[in-house]
């Protein structure tokens, strides 16, 4: 018998879903909070639906007390207690069990269920957490009316806040108490509590009909003019989700408090939403425009999972993209409505592109609806949400805004209070619009990036032409031999004076492709000129599209195309194509004159869009690259990205000085066309950095960091020094640290910055940084900053020497023990050990086989490393 096989974590399979046995109707819970010793007493009502069986609750980590049914203290022969269960013999149909548990929350280290932090009692029980806090029924399709007293001592806890409206109030001289009731039957993993004591900033809604809702957002003690944005940003997604979906509030009170301990962004509970402080708090001195547009979009995916994940939720944990594709798809949709759309969406396109593509590459490659988990905290990833989100999307963009909003509405008549799979809400898609999305439910089923390769033929004599579509799907682990998906791909036509122009199939304008087999021909017909397709327009399907056009065909899009998102892919194409071409054929990276050219003429032209210019400029990055290649020629990858930015430095210099010039670096204002300039400011910065000897571009990099108003700018003139290993980088890096020590949000830029510099974050700097006081092996966010930043500096983790792989497994080592969710993202970039070139092959899977013998491995960190090492 092999530890290894007892020990192991089970998979659990979707085709295995089995409804529940027992409902509860109702959950009262009473907390005595206490740093060590909470007690929890949980009563609940609770109705046979199934079939005769025992009562099976899971609990975790937790010591039980007492159980007692209907009011009899039940014995040791009434109960079966075993690590994670507690199984009660011969229940009535009907009746009452109390269970009484005891906790520990200061010493949960993992920051799940109910766990200090600082001096703050928080809960976090999405996916399987709250059975951390006492025995239940913790799956999401077991919805129950809670009510939740809670027991504190005044001192330290003056606010002690759960879900729902507060009815009862009690105190003696030392303690007191608050009572919540939430009228909302909801899943466990939607439950919460936090005690502490805060700084309250207060606010109201009313709603289109009329009531009014108060807001709450609770901070650390002196933080609360950093917490007015995120108001403003809740009263607008508000707004929004009433304006576009048609969405209304439903509780009397809107709660959100900010904790420093968290694990991901925030936290949906019912009506008490839980958030990392990160995505909080903001003001121009500390934050840049990036982190407030973040608390924007945070802000709103909470507030609108309010419908799409908590008036209905989910069936089971493998249904996560139906709450999470379609929430991170409504918080899309109102960043582009408050924003700027175009920029929004390229921004969402690079997330899937670089980070996505690569998830569906690897050994953990999984549809947006798994199939197989291990460990549920293992599936909140870009597939699901991003991915989910891109499949929605396609959903609109086939429907339209208006069968869209239809399938909506249809779906939240019939489900609204309802636990439900993803089948549902695809289902109400099509009963509204009378639509047939059978082939398109392969999204849904199949993990992998599918290719479509594209073959163009136009006759100008004849005014006529043809797209030919080819697409495959490859093969992921467990899945062969996909079939066609049902691919929407958005198209224009650029004719030879540039401008985009129609062409027709059969007399109506050819404007969207709807790919369903596995090849399809497209004829059309068009003037009498040459016509260049621009392809995948709004990137309107998550594909990889195989398309070579020349050069001049590139150019004549980014200039022309009248989707931004086009322009900006032809320029992104056009870099590639040198990059790869300096690679493959050895050489140094070259930029045409012609593009050099087109650069120039947009970085002069003051009527361009600020944003997008700087977008146009910014190259694939070192992590993007590697994905061109089945075994990454690592050091090539580095040297050819570091040569493009080095010679766009040069060519450019001038133009790039004259847009910095034009910045206007002491006006902090959030407007867009103040945003834009100082992204665009950014980036020629981050060019005109690398002119490392020039003394005008290091008194431009002093006046940009020590004289600008915002931080946007004071934190982009260091990154600039920093990743272009300027001379003044060792200054500005000691004289920022010094500026905002104790900052702890602002010093995680600082840990961040020098972890993805290509040539400052070596492994050795990121691990005296871990003894900096700056960073602190409990806390997530400094762990992300410093250490998951340094997992996607590709030539730096990947180093010869295998100094980062070293580092790594400690970091995921000693993470193991305290927090596998933690540990288990950072192991994530380190799965592609059989992508690299053979020394570093052999050095990562070395790394992998030692972390898969560690003592008590976490399941979390168990499910990847099986998968990455093939085990069968
Ligand atoms: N539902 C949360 C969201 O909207 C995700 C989340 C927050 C989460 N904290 C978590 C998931 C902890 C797993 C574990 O994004
Ligand atoms: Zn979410």
Redesign the pocket.
């Known amino acids: 018998m092999s530890d290894v096989s007892t020990n192991a974590p089970q998979a659990k399979y979707r085709n295995d879903y089995q409804a529940p046995l027992f409902a509860i109707s109702e959950t009262d819970l009473v907390f005595e909070l206490d740093d060590h010793q909470t007690m929890v007493t949980n009563t609940m009502k609770i109705q046979r639906v199934g079939e005769d069986s025992d009562l099976v609750l899971v609990g975790e980590n937790v010591s039980l007390l007492k159980v007692t049914l209907d009011g009899r203290i039940l014995g040791e022969s009434d109960y079966t207690q075993t690590e994670k269960d507690l199984r009660i013999h011969q229940v009535p149909d009907a009746f009452v069990l109390e269970v009484m548990t005891q906790i520990d929350p200061a010493n949960n280290s993992a ?2 269920g109910l766990y200090k932090s600082a001096g703050t009692f928080c809960t ?1 029980c ?2 399987e ?1 709250f059975r951390r806090i006492s025995y239940y029924l913790d799956r999401p399709d077991v919805l129950s009316v809670f009510t939740t007293k809670i027991v504190a001592p005044k001192q330290g806890f003056p606010y002690l806040l759960a879900n729902g409206n507060p009815i009862a109030h009690a105190a003696n001289d030392t303690h007191h108490s608050v009572t919540w009731h939430d009228p909302h039957p909801k899943p466990a993993y939607l439950f919460a509590l936090v005690a502490g004591d805060f700084d309250v900033l207060e606010d109201h809604f009313e709603t289109q009909d009329g009531r009014d809702v108060l807001l709450q957002i609770f901070v650390d003690k002196g933080n609360l003019s950093r917490a007015q944005y995120a108001m403003d940003s809740l009263k607008r997604s508000m707004a929004w989700d009433e304006e576009r979906f048609g969405l209304v509030y439903d509780l009397d009170i809107y709660m959100i408090v900010a904790v420093d301990f ?7 509970n019912k009506g008490l939403n839980i958030f990392n402080s990160k995505y909080v708090l903001a003001d121009a001195k500390t934050a840049t425009d990036q982190d407030f547009i973040n608390v924007e979009s945070v802000i709103g ?2 507030y609108f ?1 309010n419908w799409t ?1 908590n008036r209905v939720t989910c069936r089971d944990w493998f249904q996560l993209s139906l ?2 594709g379609l ?1 991170v798809f409504r918080d899309q949709e109102f960043s582009a409505d408050m924003g700027m759309r175009s920029v929004q969406r390229i921004q969402d396109v690079r997330i899937i592109r670089s980070h996505q593509f690569e998830e569906d590459a690897g050994p953990m490659a999984h549809p947006i609806r798994p199939d197989r988990v291990m460990e ?2 293992n599936f ?1 990833t870009v597939t699901v ?1 991003n991915k989910g989100a891109e499949v929605i999307r396609m959903l609109h963009t086939l429907l339209g805004e208006n069968g869209f909003q239809a399938g909506m509405r249809l779906y939240i008549d019939r489900h609204d209070g309802q636990a439900v799979t993803c089948e549902d809400f695809i289902k109400a898609m099509e009963d509204a619009n009378s639509a047939d999305f059978s082939q398109f439910r392969h999204w849904y089923a199949y993990a992998g990036t599918p290719q479509v390769q594209v073959h163009y033929d136009y006759d100008v004599e004849r005014q006529e032409g043809s797209l030919v579509l080819t697409q495959t799907t490859p093969d992921t682990p467990d899945q062969k031999d996909k079939p066609a998906f049902h691919i929407p791909i958005q198209v224009e036509f650029i004719d030879d004076q540039g401008v985009s122009v129609e062409v027709h199939v059969n007399d109506s304008p050819l404007d969207l492709i709807e790919l369903t087999e596995r090849e399809q021909c497209i004829r059309f017909k068009g003037p009498k000129a040459p016509l260049i397709p621009a392809l995948l327009g709004n990137f309107s399907a998550p594909i990889k599209l195989i398309f070579e056009q020349n050069e001049d065909e590139l150019l004549a899009i980014m200039r022309g195309a009248s989707d931004p998102f086009l322009r900006w892919d032809a320029s992104q194409r056009i870099y590639r194509n040198s990059l790869l071409t300096a690679i493959h054929e050895d050489t140094d990276v070259g930029l045409s004159e012609a593009m050099l050219d087109t650069l120039s003429s947009v970085l002069k032209d003051a009527k361009q869009d600020a944003a997008l210019t700087a977008l146009l400029l910014q190259i694939p990055n070192e992590e993007t690259l590697a994905q061109e290649f089945d075994i990454i020629p690592v050091a090539d990858v580095v040297r050819v990205v570091g040569e493009l930015r080095a010679l766009l430095a040069l060519a450019l210099k001038d133009e790039l000085m004259f847009v910095w010039e034009r910045t206007d670096i002491a006006n902090a204002g959030l407007d867009s066309a103040l945003i834009s300039q100082r992204m665009l400011a950014n980036t020629a910065l981050g060019y005109l950095a690398f002119h490392h000897d020039d003394a005008q571009i290091s008194s431009v990099l002093k006046q940009q960091f020590y004289h600008s108003a915002s931080m946007t700018l004071t934190f982009g003139a260091l990154a600039a020094a920093v990743h272009a290993d300027h001379p003044l980088c060792h200054s500005l890096l000691d004289d920022f640290a010094k500026k905002w020590q104790g900052h702890a949000l602002v010093m995680d830029k600082w840990l961040a910055v020098q972890a993805s510099a290509p040539d400052w974050g070596s492994a050795e700097r990121i691990d005296y940084l871990t003894h900096h006081s700056a960073f602190n092996w409990t806390n997530p966010n400094r762990i992300y900053a410093l250490l998951a930043s340094f997992t996607h500096n590709l030539g730096q983790l990947h180093a010869q020497d295998g100094l980062g792989y070293q580092l790594l497994e400690s970091a995921i080592t000693r993470l193991n023990a305290s927090n596998p ?1 933690v540990a288990s993202r950072l192991l994530s970039p380190l799965l592609k050990w059989k992508r690299l070139p053979e020394a570093l092959q052999t050095a990562l899977h070395d790394t992998l086989v030692r972390l898969r013998k560690l003592n008590n491995l976490a399941p979390d960190l168990h499910e990847k490393l099986s998968q990455a090492l093939e085990e069968k």
């Open positions: 920051l799940e976090q999405e996916a957490g968290f694990n991901m962004g925030a936290m949906e995916h909470e999972h994940g709450k999470e929430t549920m905290n909140y949400y969710q």
